[in-house]
């Protein structure tokens, strides 16, 4: 069983990280900068293999798990509870950067980074664009967290997952974003979308970005968010509570 | 209030015609429950002769008052009364029991007019009648249901289930009478499962509560006038009574519940039925 | 539905299931007053307390008593009201199954009865409260209509019909949660005894009840996938039986799998057995549901797995079935 401090670091770096894909997709301007870039950017914990990084080039950015070869920029952390206290937001302090020199890097995915700020509990952005896009972003960040805390081996989710016939879960928002996760006898898999080769086995439908925004931000715990229509959950019943719990596990790891 | 002479009269005749047409008919069908036909014999004829608001030639007639014999196994004796006021030809009697006969132990209401639910199976006419009560109440109409149990019959839950909810629902537009012949198939109700003190179970389910000797006109028809006129609670008629009634050979004995008689006893019981009717 | 493997989200309604048949039989009431609802101490859990709010003058709680509740219900409908009651499956079918067959059956009252929670959708109450006997116990009653819907639309629909016709209706639910097989009340053409198609198929058929089709129909769209070309029929009613649409699927597959959440024996695949046996015609039979044992606690979900009911031990069946040879032909020495 992974300790609380590997749990958060995993989800920092596997499900948090990911998501400047999307802010970077999501802003012209962003994608624009950083169209001409090449290089690594890493986040790293000293003297371990916790890390993640991302690729510039050709255009794209990619994310990649694990620690790369040569990052042409590094964001090494201390140790664990640095780099969760970095993500959480709690304080900008790492040990140091590898690659400083490399300011077009450190310059496009620092910015980015910050944005993920508006991940935040506290960050309530008032614009519906950004409201909008931190729906999206808080959709695709509870499924891979949920996928990651299984993969680590954290009970409270291997408990769902173990024996488990072949389930979908799903949320989506109408006319917006969507989001699943599969999981089948141990194993599971985070996905953006809708997954069609099976019906959902507990489907959380939002009435619309508000709605999404109000649950997935806990500002309405699920009861009070059905009754007042922000969100209808089909399927087994049982187990939307099952993984409404988790989602609630999820948020308070990474506070 | 005293019944008068002539109508006194009127009612004995009937009854004690009524128990000679039970003791032949048990005779001709091979066996009836004679024991229990006899016993509830007063209390029906009070009602069929007395108070029950039918006709004969409209046995569906809407606003006709409802009658169920929830001891459903005195069929004989509820079938000898509908012949007699005329629901159906009494030549269709001798065919009691027989295949395809409309009349077995226990009448159908599908296949007898003048039948208003098919009973026998013990426990289920008393809630019936309270439907049909509680039907009457809720579209405004003015007609009464009756019920008339067997006291072996209380002994089985869901009379009691029906004992709760009559009083629940205030269905003061229903009269139900207890046919008490003491007797069950396997001996006194005493024995086999007591049903004593039946007063005060009836009283602390929130009945009224009347006690009558359950052979007696005057008691009979003075108590069925205090029930239908009760506006309060619902109230129970323990009517009093003696299986075999009539009989003396029969009377109080448990193996008359359902029996057959040959033509000798046929006639025995005959003769003790006019004997008595002095 | 393509076949193949396609779902999307756009194919669910948005009212929550458990609120459609109560506002159905409101509707209804609205419209026809002889209506009376009638329940034992159930009225939350069988959602038939909307009919209450609505109509309380026309609603009665008996209380724990379903033998009384039935046996007034008989009384009712013989001033001319049509009473509709509702308790669990174990107690409507099996407790008052004297009641359904004397009071109701018998004497050809025009009573409908809702019996919730049956099968094992009443998961976590464990055996008490499960019902899977209902079938064969009301199968057996002469003149009573028997119909198992497999979502809320179906039960909706099948209520309004129910009250139409003369003559008890068993009419067997789960708890009111579980997802909708159409996608309105109107995207779909049911009529009492008249199965629904749901899938095409040649190579075998899944003969399906209750809240079981939803599976069926998941299963034959993975089977699609595998190549195999699977029927789905959603048999609604119990009984009068589609005979019809049953010897058709003989006819075209001569491979059956009957899915029920009841016991295998003397249930809806039992029901279908008798058709086919009585066709003459040969056929396998696989029949899907608890095989002859009480079922245990779980969550429904969970059960409908356990009890290989749903798609993915319906995909078992349908490949263990596949590979059956059900020809006289054992023999594969050439004769001399």
């Not at chain 1, 019943?237 to 990474?254: A, D, F, N």
């Not at chain 2, 007063?199 to 006109?217: M, T, Y």
């Not at chain 3, 959603?234 to 649409?245: G, R, S, V």
């Not at chain 3, 078992?316 to 059956?324: D, L, T």
């Amino acid at each position: 069983m992974p300790t609380r401090d590997e749990l958060r670091t995993r989800l920092f770096l596997n499900a948090a990280l990911p998501l400047v894909k999307v802010v970077r997709e999501e802003n012209k301007t962003l994608r624009h900068i950083t169209s001409k870039l090449n290089g690594v950017v890493q986040f790293e914990v000293k003297g371990t293999d916790w890390g993640a990084h991302l690729i510039y080039g050709h255009g794209e950015l990619e994310f990649q798990r694990g620690k790369h070869e040569k990052p042409n920029v590094a964001f090494v952390f201390k140790d664990l509870v640095q780099l969760n206290n970095f993500f959480s937001g709690k304080s900008m302090m790492m040990a140091w950067v590898k690659g400083l020199y490399r300011l077009d890097l450190i310059g496009a995915t620092l910015p980015m980074l910050l944005s993920l700020k508006m991940l935040m509990p506290d960050a309530d952005p008032k614009e519906p664009a950004k409201r909008a896009l931190k729906v999206k972003l808080l959709l695709y960040m509870v499924t891979s967290a949920l996928s990651q805390l299984n993969k680590a081996g954290d009970e409270l989710m291997t408990k769902l997952t173990k024996g488990s016939p072949d389930r979908v879960y799903q949320w989506s928002v109408p006319n917006g974003p969507s989001a699943f996760l599969r999981m089948k006898n141990g194993k599971t898999k985070a996905g953006r979308g809708v997954y069609t080769r099976r019906r959902p086995f507990v489907l959380m439908r939002f009435s619309d970005f508000e709605g999404a925004y109000q649950v997935l931000t806990s500002k309405a715990p699920l009861v009070e968010a059905v009754k007042r229509g922000y969100v209808v959950t089909e399927g087994a019943m049982e187990y939307s509570k099952e993984i409404g719990l988790r989602m609630q596990y999820i948020e308070e790891l990474m506070a | 209030m005293a019944l008068d002479a002539a109508e006194l009269k009127r009612l004995k005749q009937k009854a004690r015609q009524i128990r000679e047409d039970i003791v032949k008919i048990t005779y001709t069908c091979g066996g009836a429950h004679i024991g229990g036909s006899l016993s509830q014999t007063d209390i029906m004829v009070a009602l069929y002769y007395k108070y029950l608001n039918i006709d004969p030639k409209k046995p569906d007639l809407a606003n006709r008052d409802r009658f169920i014999l929830s001891k459903g196994h005195g069929g004989a004796g509820h079938a000898v009364i509908l012949g007699d006021l005329g629901f159906f030809d009494t030549d269709l009697l001798k065919d009691f029991n027989k295949t395809g006969s409309p009349f077995g132990m226990h009448l159908d209401y599908l296949k007898v007019p003048g039948v208003d639910a098919s009973t026998g199976s013990l426990g289920h006419g008393f809630a019936i009648g309270a439907g049909m009560a509680l039907g009457a109440r809720l579209q405004g109409k003015k007609w009464r249901t009756y019920v008339v149990l067997g006291d072996g019959e209380l002994q089985a839950g869901p009379i009691w289930e029906t004992a709760m909810a009559v009083p629940h629902f205030k269905l003061t537009n229903m009269t139900t009478i207890v046919d008490r012949n003491m007797l069950c198939i396997d001996g006194s109700t005493e024995e086999i499962m007591a049903l004593e003190p039946l007063r005060a179970k009836w009283e602390s389910f929130g009945w009224k509560v009347l006690e009558i000797d359950g052979h007696d006109f005057n008691e009979i028809c003075g108590a069925i006038d205090e029930a239908n006129d009760e506006k309060e609670k619902p109230v129970v008629i323990i009517a009093k009574t003696k299986k075999g009634k009539g009989v003396d050979f029969m009377e109080c004995d448990k193996k008359w519940h359902y029996a057959g008689l040959d033509e000798a006893m046929m006639n025995k019981a005959l003769e003790s039925l006019k004997k008595g009717a002095k | 539905m393509a076949k193949g493997i396609t779902w999307s989200i756009e194919d669910a309604d948005h009212m929550t299931q458990a609120e459609i048949y109560g506002e159905v039989l409101t509707q209804l009431a609205k419209k026809n007053k002889k209506i009376v609802a009638l329940t034992a101490d159930l009225a939350g859990s069988t959602k038939i307390g909307r009919f209450q709010k609505d109509f309380p003058e026309r609603f009665f709680n008996v209380g724990i008593a379903e033998t009384n509740m039935m046996g007034i219900a008989s009384g009712m409908a013989a001033t001319g009201l049509i009473p509709v009651v509702s308790t669990f499956a174990a107690f409507a079918a099996l407790r008052c199954a004297e009641w359904v067959r004397t009071d109701l059956c018998y004497q050809k009252r025009n009573v409908k009865i809702i019996a919730t929670h049956s099968g094992t959708s009443f998961g976590q109450a464990g055996t008490t409260h499960h019902c899977t006997e209902d079938f064969a116990v009301m199968r057996v009653m002469a003149g009573l209509t028997v119909i198992a819907p497999a979502d809320a639309y179906e039960t909706a629909v099948a209520m309004a019909q129910a009250i139409e016709m003369e003559g008890p209706v068993y009419i067997r639910i789960g708890r009111s949660f579980e997802p909708p097989l159409h996608k309105s009340i109107d995207s779909f053409d049911f009529q009492i005894g008249k199965a629904i198609q749901l899938h095409e198929g040649t190579d075998i058929a899944v003969i399906a009840t209750g809240r079981t089709v939803n599976g069926a129909l998941e299963a034959a769209e993975i089977a699609g996938g595998q190549g195999l070309s699977v029927r789905v029929l959603d048999l609604h009613t119990i009984k009068p039986i589609d005979t019809e649409a049953i010897l058709k699927a003989v006819q075209d597959t001569r491979r059956i799998i009957t899915v029920e959440d009841h016991n295998v024996y003397s249930g809806m695949g039992s029901a279908v057995a008798d058709v086919i046996a009585a066709s003459g015609k040969g056929c396998v039979l696989k029949k899907l549901g608890l095989q002859d044992e009480f079922s245990i606690v779980g969550y429904p979900d969970d059960l409908l797995h356990y009890y290989k009911m749903d798609a993915d031990g319906i995909v078992e069946a349908i490949q263990q079935v596949m590979k059956m040879d059900f020809e006289q032909d054992e023999d594969w020495e050439d004769e001399v």
